[in-house]
């Protein structure tokens, strides 16, 4: 039996492929190796693995993770999974490695994943060869969730979003003082602040919000992908954002000169398909 996970710090999706190829589908909460403390990890993990799943012993997992880019991280959450699948040979891998595998398998590419936060890079058809610089929510994470709500927060603050945006209820009762309070004193801020691309995906038919959200893709093609393009001009986006925002990600990839876009708003089924058809 194998275990692929797709993990991100708020949710995960399982799939258990059985002997006779069968495939059962699983949701839990996400298991970021970061977020707890070495001696915590195990703990989380019994916690947060489905139920379904406790008792099953898989003879691989491949757990692609939040997180997973440490290998002091990955080494502690392989070791806590151990611990539930005793039988098991485990792989803690990056998220990011996760996504280029479900886009282009054994083939090569740019790489993006565009979701709370965004990152972009090279994959060769087995590995990540390079990474754009990713700096973060506060300074970076351009056309990621967390952008985008920035970005919202601030034109509503600032007075600056058109009368029909800023009467609807999601933002009407805001208040620049349980705002400040979230991003610079809360435990998630940029989950904070990516809780408002919903908002935009509401109203992305309205000429503000579409201009706002081509703007933070633009800015992410400017500083992430434009300076890796000399390597490819083939490009896989991976997330949420990506996907409900697809026709202004389609028209700001063609202005870069990208030739080729596949985008994927979740990875696990095309993930499981790899290691079934690699493994």
């Given at each position: ?132 610089n990713?700096?973060?929510y ?22 600056q ?15 620049r ?62 997330g ?18 990208i ?21």
């Amino acid at each position: 039996m194998l275990l692929i996970v797709d993990s991100g710090s708020t949710k995960s999706d399982w799939r258990l492929v059985l002997p006779d190829g069968t495939r059962q589908s699983y949701a839990g909460r996400g298991i970021n190796p970061l977020h707890a403390a070495r001696g915590d990890l195990l703990a989380m993990v019994r916690e947060r693995v489905p139920r379904e799943l406790q008792a099953v012993q898989p003879e691989r997992l491949f757990f692609y993770g939040a997180g997973c880019t440490q290998a002091s991280s990955t080494c502690a959450l392989s070791e806590a999974f151990a611990h539930l699948f005793t039988r098991a040979k485990i792989a803690a891998l990056p998220d990011f490695l996760g996504a280029a595998r479900a886009l282009f398998g054994s083939e090569s590419g740019l790489v993006a994943v565009l979701g709370t936060g965004s990152s972009c890079g090279v994959y060769d058809g087995g590995n990540v060869v390079r990474h754009s610089n990713a700096l973060g929510y506060i300074i970076g994470d351009e056309g990621s969730a967390a952008d985008m709500g920035k970005q919202l927060l601030r034109a509503f603050f600032y007075g600056q979003l058109p009368a029909e945006l800023a009467q609807q209820p999601e933002l009407r009762g805001l208040t620049r003082e349980q705002t400040l309070q979230a991003v610079y004193r809360g435990d998630a801020p940029a989950e904070y602040l990516a809780g408002f691309a919903a908002f935009l995906v509401k109203n992305k038919g309205n000429d503000f919000v579409r201009g706002l959200v081509r703007q933070s893709f633009a800015n992410f093609f400017d500083g992430h992908v434009k300076p890796l393009c000399g390597v490819s001009r083939r490009l896989g986006v991976a997330g949420s954002v990506g996907f409900f925002f697809s026709d202004m990600l389609k028209d700001i990839a063609q202005s870069y000169g990208i030739t080729s876009l596949e985008i994927l708003r979740y990875p696990i089924d095309r993930l499981t398909d790899y290691h079934v058809f690699n493994d």
